[in-house]
């Protein structure tokens, strides 16, 4: 199949066209650098027109009250090219209890988006994926100084990259979920746990504080960001550090 990757050059996207290619699709990373842009429509009809798939991994370059404007500006353009381009399967990521999560703005705009899709006139299939390992440096950093960094006991189930674009090419190169597919790593653990976990692995002296009120996940309630039932992803996070 020739199958279109919206923002195929970022952390997913790379993967997911390398595995397609691999598994003998036509896979083409598209991209601001490659002169589409999903927000002013620049290069969307030439970027989708001819593929039987459109992977959509764009992503809003804030995490605050603007993003739904992109999640909406850029599907309403995305959709619009796929459909003049006979495009079959639109497939979006986006992330495992996001509509459980309302007080963020981000998660919000990922729900938008999803429902944007689920409306629209191409069969599709969303993925939706929990926290990624690659992700963790950043969330120590929001609310660490000299000494301690602050973490909230929230439970998360971190996946590594490479799983969530393996299952992103799984759905890409199948036939339309018209739904949603819950993926997630293999282990569940606090936030300030992993913390812990992670500064030791690295050899970091800094000591982990809970505190229920420190960052973004502060806001979750219960385990809302994980899923048991999810399909299970490989990599132990051990293992990934490793």
């Keep these: 199949m020739k199958i279109a990757v919206i923002g195929g050059t970022g952390l ?3 993967q997911v066209v390398m595995i397609l290619n691999a598994a003998g699709h036509q896979a083409v990373p598209h991209s601001k650098s490659s002169g589409v842009d999903v927000i002013s429509g620049q290069g ?10 459109v992977v959509n991994l764009t992503n809003s370059p804030t995490f605050d009250e603007a993003s739904p404007a992109f999640f909406q500006t850029s599907m309403d353009n995305l959709l619009a090219a796929a459909q003049k381009g006979g495009v079959g399967h639109f ?15 981000y998660y919000r705009a990922k729900v938008l988006q999803e429902k944007i899709l689920a409306a629209g006139p191409i069969p599709y299939s969303i993925v939706r994926a929990t926290q990624f390992m690659e992700f963790m440096d950043a969330v120590l950093s929001w609310t660490a100084d000299a ?14 990259s490479k799983d969530v674009a393996a299952a992103v090419s799984e759905v890409a ?5 018209n739904g949603i597919r819950n993926i997630a790593g293999p282990e569940i653990f606090t936030l300030d746990e992993l ?3 992670t500064l030791s692995h690295n050899g970091d002296n800094r000591t982990v504080v809970t505190d229920p009120t420190a960052g973004m996940f502060a806001v979750v309630n219960g385990d809302v960001l994980t899923d048991k039932d999810a399909h299970l992803a490989p990599t132990r996070y051990t293992d990934w550090l490793s």
């Excluded at 190169?173 to 979920?177: D, F, H, I």
């Design 12 to 14: 997913i996207g790379s």
């Design 44 to 53: 969307l009809d030439e970027a989708v027109a001819g593929a039987d798939v």
């Design 173 to 177: 190169a199948g036939a339309p979920l």
């Design 147 to 160: 000494d301690t960094v602050r973490l909230p006991a929230t439970p998360i189930q971190p996946i590594a």
């Design 195 to 197: 913390g812990r976990l």
């Design 91 to 105: 497939v979006i990521l986006s992330i495992v209890g996001t509509d459980q999560v309302p007080e963020l703005d």
